[in-house]
Structures are given as structure tokens and as C-alpha cells.
């Protein structure tokens, strides 16, 4: 039986990781702040900065930069201060943590007691938790990306 070359494994799996990284960086956009380079988005871009692919798991989903609409540009500090306001109350949560909810323990000791089915409740309540740090990080990125107009149009001044 013939052995590889320890320098030869270690350069094969280099040159590979290489491609991959090649890959990975070909596919994702540049990290630059769309403010810096042009401060409309056109009707052709996505209204994030991170385009999404339509066959990427929204189980890990990656981070998203802030989200910028094409009216932004126009609106006036006492407007974006307005939207903010608005915007502050979607970042809200009354779903509580796992070990917070009542429900959680009771359906684990129900489910191991009595009926195997109260579990069902823990897959529902990850499912909402899902959700809810969706809908909570989509107002937080808009609320960021007011922030930055305002600091562009020097509001805070």
C-alpha cells in the first residue's frame, strides 16, 4: 500500500479551499455601504442589500444589511424621525425566552408524564421564536438604514 506525502495532502486540500473561497466570494456582494456609492436604488436591485437566493435555507439565514427604500433620499429629518418612531414599536417582543414561557415546562412534563403529544407545543414554539427574530431583525435593518440617512443628511447636528 503506498502512502501520500504529507506536503502533498496538506497542498491538494490548499488548492481546494482555495476554489471554494474563490466561489464563496464571487457569489457575495461587495461589503460597501450602498449610501457611499449611489443614494438611489433602481428598480432592478433588491430592496436589501444582500440579494437572497430562492434555493437558500431560511433556517440559517445570513445577516442582512440595513434596507433601504427608494423614497428615502427625499424625506426630511423630521420625517425620518417620524418613520423611526413608528418603526420602534415593530422591534417589540411579547413571545417569551424558553425558559420564561409557562407553557414550554408544562408541556415537557405533561409530554413525559401523560401525553407524548404536549410536546408538539415546543416545535410550535421554535417555529414562532423563528418568526418573531425574523420580523423583529426586518425592523431593526430598516431602522438602521434610517439612522444612516439621517447622519447623511447630518440630523444629528
Excluded at 434596507?67 to 425620518?80: H, N, P, V, Y
Amino acid at each position: 500500500m503506498q502512502t501520500i506525502p504529507l506536503k502533498l495532502m496538506v497542498y491538494t486540500l490548499l488548492v481546494l479551499f482555495s476554489q471554494t473561497l474563490k466561489a464563496e466570494i464571487g457569489q457575495h456582494p461587495s461589503p460597501i455601504d450602498p449610501l457611499l456609492t449611489s443614494s438611489t436604488r433602481t428598480a432592478e436591485q433588491p430592496a436589501s442589500t444582500q440579494p437572497t437566493k430562492s434555493g437558500e435555507s431560511r433556517f440559517y439565514p445570513r445577516p442582512m444589511g440595513p434596507t433601504f427604500e427608494a423614497g428615502d433620499e427625499k424625506l426630511s429629518c423630521r420625517q425620518l424621525d417620524q418613520r423611526l418612531a413608528s418603526l420602534e414599536t415593530d422591534t417589540y417582543s411579547a413571545k417569551p425566552g424558553f425558559y420564561e414561557d409557562p407553557y414550554a415546562g408544562a408541556s415537557i412534563f405533561v409530554g413525559a408524564v401523560w401525553a407524548p403529544g404536549a410536546l408538539a407545543y415546543l416545535g410550535y414554539s421554535g417555529a414562532a421564536e423563528y418568526y418573531e427574530q425574523d420580523r423583529v431583525g426586518e425592523a431593526e435593518n430598516r431602522i438602521e438604514a434610517l439612522r444612516r440617512m439621517k447622519a447623511r443628511l447630518r440630523c444629528y447636528e
